[in-house]
């Protein structure tokens, strides 16, 4: 049986898991789709924020006690225009793919979001169907220009 709690703050963290246990399971189980540990400490500090502007919140899923997947959702505190959500990780442990992990912890996800969700992800990342079959869609092409001035 899949459980997974939600983490909203530094203090959420137990004897289950540590923050550092976490971004090191996205940091492995994120493969090729994955961020330098720098990049993805930054977006849980971000959903952990007590800060106003900032905030979200983590989930942890374990399978049997053991963790078998996480995803990170950061506020954009925006809505309307922008989605007031943003999916920036989810990651399911190599072993354990394939058994619907990942949609039970996104369902939660969704439950657990205040407002619609986005997420930004690479054409060829296989997950692509399963986030379409959940009911993303693909409304705009994402561009982004890198200021190196």
């Given at each position: 049986m899949l459980t997974i709690n939600v983490l909203r703050s530094i203090t959420d963290f137990n004897e289950k898991i540590s923050k550092e246990q976490?971004?090191?399971?996205?940091?492995?189980h994120l493969d090729r789709f994955g961020d330098p540990k720098k990049a993805i400490t930054k977006s849980v500090d971000y959903?952990?924020?007590?800060n106003e502007a900032k905030g979200g919140f983590l989930l942890a899923a374990y399978l049997?006690?053991?963790?078998?997947?996480?995803?990170?959702?950061?506020?954009?505190?925006?809505?309307g225009y922008i989605p007031e959500n943003i999916l920036?990780?989810?990651?399911v442990d190599a072993q354990q793919?394939?058994?619907g992990i990942g949609k039970?912890?996104?369902?939660?996800?969704?439950e657990v979001a205040e407002g619609d969700v986005k997420l930004?992800?690479?054409?060829?990342?296989?997950?692509?169907?399963?986030y379409e079959r959940m009911g993303f869609t693909s409304k705009y092409a994402e561009m982004r220009y890198t200021n190196n001035g």
């Open positions: 976490f971004i090191d399971f996205l940091f492995v959903a952990l924020s007590d049997d006690d053991k963790l078998a997947g996480v995803l990170v959702m950061n506020s954009t505190g925006m809505g920036v990780y989810v990651a793919r394939g058994h039970q912890i996104i369902e939660k996800s969704f930004h992800m690479e054409y060829d990342n296989p997950a692509k169907r399963l």
